[in-house]
């Protein structure tokens, strides 16, 4: 059974953040876990992570990983095995999401050094992920291992690129580069987002459609509160945390960080310290957070302790504490 750890002490958050550096590789790749395959996404997860930890060399070579693998067209495949290419994908989201990492990256250090070494990167990636914007202001999810765009687009994806793209202007603005087709794009994707509808895949079982529009603060304000409110009893398990999928017995500890992000977001700070709390009961011995459980027997499932899903409980501690990841959001 699952057993309640008290709530996340600097101690134990750097803890946290040591367990994600022993994973990371000589070339500066995060895998999912030891062994695992590194995708864009989950390793600038892991490395926001880093820098809240004060590993702020470690988090640098994880994102000159990036300008060192990205393909000629800005973007990266969505899956590496050490030197291997294990899957062809282009995801738009896993692309874009380089420039939140690099935003988040300035904001804990200050290192404009890296800031200006990356933008050409940043750049590149945000480039690629617009060319997939559709008519209507969403973004198309993929482009295949041979190029062909995915035709349609998904609300938790899109509403990750708004972050990122957010992020990507931030830069811009700062270094002085201006890309005012970028605001344009962020424009269009917001009121796709907003007005949701026929935009995307259904996919409304999954927790992530749920709470990514109020993560990614394209919802805000009472709207925000209103959505969340709605969706609570079909996604939150009390005392322990949030279902991935609405109809499966699997709270995962990733899925409730973001959460507890999407809650502090909209101003529900005492349900965010909750389920903070919450997600304790799935954090190991050696600092890193299971992936899930089943519940109601509370048995750990997979066993697997996911660089990215740990990242996430830090990102949200670091937030509810004021730190640079509240200051990036």
């Known amino acids: 059974m699952l057993e309640l750890v008290p709530a996340l002490t600097p101690l134990a ?21 030891p062994g695992g395959v590194t995708n864009p996404w989950n390793h600038v997860e892991a490395a926001m992570a880093l820098d809240v930890g004060g590993r702020s060399e470690a988090a640098e070579r994880a994102y000159k990983w990036l300008a060192a ?24 989201n896993f692309n874009s999401y380089v420039a939140f990492g690099v935003w988040h990256h300035f904001i804990a250090t200050g290192d404009r050094g890296l800031l200006e070494e990356m933008w050409p990167v940043v750049d590149r990636a945000l480039t ?30 899109c509403s990750c690129i708004y972050m990122s793209l957010r992020s990507g202007i931030q830069i811009a603005t700062t270094l002085e580069r201006e890309r005012p087709e970028w605001e344009l794009s962020l424009s269009l994707l917001g009121d796709a987002i907003r007005g949701c509808g026929g935009a995307f895949q259904k996919k409304d079982r999954f927790s992530m459609d749920w709470y990514y529009p109020v993560l990614a603060r394209a919802v805000q304000g009472a709207e925000a509160r209103r959505r ?44 965010a310290n909750m389920l903070l709390g919450w997600v304790q009961r799935l954090r190991a011995d050696d600092g890193a957070y299971w992936i899930g459980a089943t519940f109601p027997d509370g048995t750990v499932w997979p066993r697997q302790k996911p660089t990215w899903g740990s990242g996430a409980v830090v990102l949200a501690a670091d937030a509810l504490a004021g730190g640079p990841t509240a200051r990036c959001f």
Do not use: K
């Not at 958050?13 to 876990?33: C, M, N, R, S």
């Open 13 to 33: 958050l750097q803890q946290t953040v040591d367990a994600i550096a022993a994973v990371q590789l000589a070339d500066g790749a995060i895998p999912e876990f």
């Open 128 to 157: 690629f992920t617009l060319a997939l914007q559709l008519p209507g202001g969403a973004i198309a999810w993929a482009r295949d291992g041979d190029g062909r765009m995915w035709p349609s687009a998904l609300l938790t994806s």
């Open 69 to 92: 693998t990205q393909h000629d067209d800005g973007s990266w495949a969505a899956g590496y095995l050490g030197d291997e290419i294990v899957d062809r994908t282009r995801d738009a």
């Open 228 to 271: 969340l409110n709605e969706g609570w009893d079909a996604f939150v398990v009390r005392d322990l945390g949030a279902r991935c999928v609405s109809d499966r017995r699997w709270i995962t500890a990733g899925e409730t960080a973001e959460l507890v992000l999407a809650l502090w977001i909209a101003g529900l700070e005492v349900e």
